[in-house]
């Protein structure tokens, strides 16, 4: 039993250290954008999973300029590059596809401390028809497509839509 109780500790410890993101908890944060000056609702830590990596996929709306996107933000120890056009393919489980693009050049930075690694993260500009496909049908996958290969994530789908649905009836249905 004790050796159990020091190999669970040993993995929390390790985790912890790589920066692995088991301690944030899901959230809807309401923030004053002092750039563009408006309000923006938004999620954090809304993430799905592959074996190894993860990417967490936030819905941001700005009330004031009635503008929904997606936030991506990638964190792993190697670049993905992700692309800027038709860089994020969600798979339904009847095999549609839906293709968007970053609303710019991704975002790519190098972390520093607690863990270190890469980040890649930008927004992508949702559209009602598009948000619509996202909300009500299955979803069984996203292809992130980078410069030499791409990223499948296919873990934790029913919880995203699920606080996607949330979102967009606490906050959607007011203004879009």
């Known amino acids: 039993m004790k050796k159990i109780s020091i190999t ?3 993995i929390l410890l390790s ?5 692995c993101s088991i301690l944030p908890i899901y959230q809807i944060k309401t923030i004053n954008d002092p750039y563009y000056k408006s309000t923006i609702i938004t999620e954090q830590w809304n993430k799905v999973h592959s ?6 996929l936030n819905l941001r709306y ?31 489980e009847d095999d549609d596809v839906l293709t968007l ?23 992508i500009t949702l559209y009602k028809e598009d948000f619509s496909k996202l909300l009500n049908k ?9 410069s030499k290969y791409h990223v499948e994530f296919k873990i934790g789908f029913p919880t ?8 967009s009836k606490l906050h959607l249905d007011k203004y879009w």
């Open 8 to 10: 669970l500790l040993f």
């Open 15 to 19: 985790l912890l250290l790589q920066n």
């Open 51 to 56: 074996f190894f990596e993860s990417i967490a």
């Open 62 to 92: 700005s009330p004031d300029y009635n503008k929904l996107e997606l936030r991506f933000d990638y964190i792993d120890d190697k670049w993905l590059f992700i692309q800027q056009y038709n860089s994020f393919l969600f798979l339904f």
């Open 101 to 123: 693009s970053t609303s710019s050049s991704p975002n790519r930075d190098v972390r520093s401390g607690s863990g270190g690694g890469i980040r890649e993260w930008g927004n």
């Open 138 to 146: 299955k979803l069984k996958s996203l292809r992130v497509i980078g």
């Open 160 to 167: 995203l839509q699920n606080r996607w649905r949330n979102f």
